[in-house]
């Protein structure tokens, strides 16, 4: 045989022809923990996109897609002004099967029950392909909520936004068979301060027709049909619903000055635009526009959660298959005392952020219960605080599994690392999130009535999350210099709610090992520390996908 032609020794082959959804069992776990009646038929819809998302076509066309970056076209030959954006056609082809498997708005109008829970499991796994184009897909499940501000914009909006259909383009929405959102909130003085804004919105004369004019800092997916914009009405800082393409068909000025050149991934564009006499048409009343669109902030922030699960669990899965095929020192890696434990430390994070993003997703689901309102106001905030915050680190130590190999960016774990840091400072970065954790205790006593009654469902069953609840209280007792506190009272709030669901719903293996090191005091703060007397190889083997 040509020695060219033969196959490396010691070299894992590519984690493909596996099973996304079917095996990951702290995701099934938690879809039948949370779904009760509907679980089964949730997975079972599920079935076609763990499949797919576990193939090799579908990690080629992840791979090609940030091979190939979107380009910029502000004008055509003849001068006049397009600003389109031109993307990859295995960017169209994960689209339109994230569209198609149902993760955008349909959830809001299907009726069904469960239907925010089956959608969050399918956006964990299939974020697993792909993180840059979930981003789309993320926003236009999120607007829904939000333009329900005004009944007639949102008749006008949501079957649309709903669709299961991908139609991309820049046309009249009324003939397009799905359309897609986006969001413009930020401006280039102001940043999370939104109060800064200075965009200005007049009045047309026509009844909730507007005029803008300023500029977006940060406005992704410029190619969406539909953006939720800020601006400065009369009233004060207004939200407005902003088309690309007006009724009549024709182009709404809609300036896009570059594209963004970011860290993590490069398949999705990020703009900056500017609006000159730009149509817009008011939502919710002025001077109301940030608690209008706070209800998409809300959504989209469940997503930085999920998809930061879903990352988390597309490293350890990469670390665990190269773990299994991979010998140095006489052994394989994943049999090796030393491996054993950074895999299983790994795992044991992923599976709880799994599972308390999935917990919020229930809770939209069920979402005329008081509790479950409260719940999710401030398990939102707790997570994507928290496990957004964890996803570098975690990335950073599943990419080093596979040493060299993993530094390499055609292992794939190279966009994991770079994208990693993305959902803890997209809507709202961890200082933002962990004060609007106090402001929600502080503002809305619900909330932590919501908190003691979830970690209480687990009262007396381990010390160690019993004794974490009292130094939470003890924590929020003492008032003096709280916001100094912040960070720190958000974290423990985080771990300990994640401590109570791992107990309730997850694998006693998995419930004791976080217990231990995350609330015992036996942790040394990186991962590979998790204390002997623990049944490691079971949360290993749980996290080891099988592979073609």
Not at 102 to 125: C, I, K, N, Q, Y
Not at 396 to 403: I, N, T, V, W, Y
Request: charged share 20%; net charge negative; glycine share 10%.
């Amino acid at each position: 045989m040509d020695p060219r032609q033969r196959r490396p020794a010691n070299q894992a082959v590519p984690l493909t022809g596996y099973d996304v959804v079917a095996e990951d069992a702290a995701l099934t776990d938690a879809v039948r923990a949370l779904g009760g009646d509907n679980a089964e038929t949730v997975l079972g819809s599920l079935a076609e996109l763990g499949r797919l998302a576990g193939s090799a076509e579908a990690r080629e066309h992840g791979m090609a897609a940030n091979a190939h970056e979107p380009t910029l076209r502000t004008v055509d030959r003849f001068g006049n002004r397009v600003d389109e954006v031109d993307f990859h056609p295995s960017w169209h082809w994960l689209m339109e099967r994230g569209v198609g498997f149902g993760l955008t708005a349909a959830p809001w109008t299907s009726g069904e029950p469960s239907a925010h829970l089956r959608r969050s499991a399918g956006f964990v796994a299939w974020s697993q392909v792909e993180p840059g184009h979930m981003c789309p897909i993320t926003m236009t499940y999120a607007v829904i909520p939000a333009l329900r501000a005004d009944e007639g914009l949102a008749d006008a909006w949501t079957p649309g936004l709903a669709s299961t259909a991908y139609d991309f383009g820049l046309r009249a929405p009324a003939g397009k068979a799905g359309l897609l959102a986006g969001m413009g909130m930020t401006e280039k003085q102001g940043g999370s301060d939104l109060r800064t804004n200075v965009t200005q919105a007049r009045p047309t004369g026509t009844d909730g027709e507007y005029l803008l004019r300023g500029h977006k800092w940060f406005t992704s997916a410029p190619m969406n049909d539909v953006f939720l914009v800020l601006a400065q009405a009369e009233g004060g800082v207004t939200c407005f619903v902003v088309p690309r393409v007006l009724p009549d068909g024709s182009r709404n000025p809609f300036s896009i000055v570059r594209l963004k050149d970011k860290l993590g991934n490069r398949s999705n564009a990020s703009a900056e635009l500017e609006f000159d006499d730009t149509v817009g048409y008011r939502l919710g009343e002025e001077g109301r526009g940030i608690r209008t669109i706070i209800e998409m902030v809300s959504a989209t922030r469940m997503d930085c959660v999920l998809g930061s699960a879903g990352l988390m669990r597309k490293a350890v899965s990469e670390a665990s298959w190269h773990a299994g095929r991979r010998a140095a020192f006489g052994a394989t890696l994943a049999d090796q005392p030393a491996m054993i434990n950074v895999l299983a430390d790994l795992a044991v994070e992923s599976e709880a952020a799994t599972l308390l993003g999935l917990r919020i997703a229930a809770a939209l689901d069920r979402a005329d219960d008081p509790h479950e309102q409260a719940l999710r106001r401030i398990a939102s905030a707790l997570a994507k605080f928290w496990v957004c915050k964890r996803t570098p680190f975690l990335a950073a130590e599943a990419l080093e599994c596979l040493g060299g190999n993993g530094y390499v960016e055609e292992s794939g774990m190279p966009l994991l690392f770079r994208e990693s840091p993305l959902n803890s400072i997209w809507e709202g970065s961890g200082n933002v999130n962990a004060l609007d954790v106090l402001r929600a205790l502080q503002r809305e006593p619900a909330s932590l009535d919501a908190w003691l009654t979830e970690v209480g469902l687990v009262r007396g069953l381990d010390a160690r999350l019993d004794a974490a609840v009292t130094e939470v209280l003890d924590d929020l007792a003492d008032l003096d210099g709280i916001e100094w506190r912040a960070r720190r009272i958000a974290s423990r709030m985080a771990v300990v709610l994640q401590a109570s669901l791992l107990i309730r719903h997850g694998h006693p293996s998995v419930a004791d090992a976080f217990c231990a090191s995350r609330l015992g005091g036996d942790w040394a703060g990186v991962f590979g520390t998790l204390p002997r007397g623990l049944d490691l190889s079971t949360i290993v083997q749980r996290t080891t996908p099988t592979g073609a």
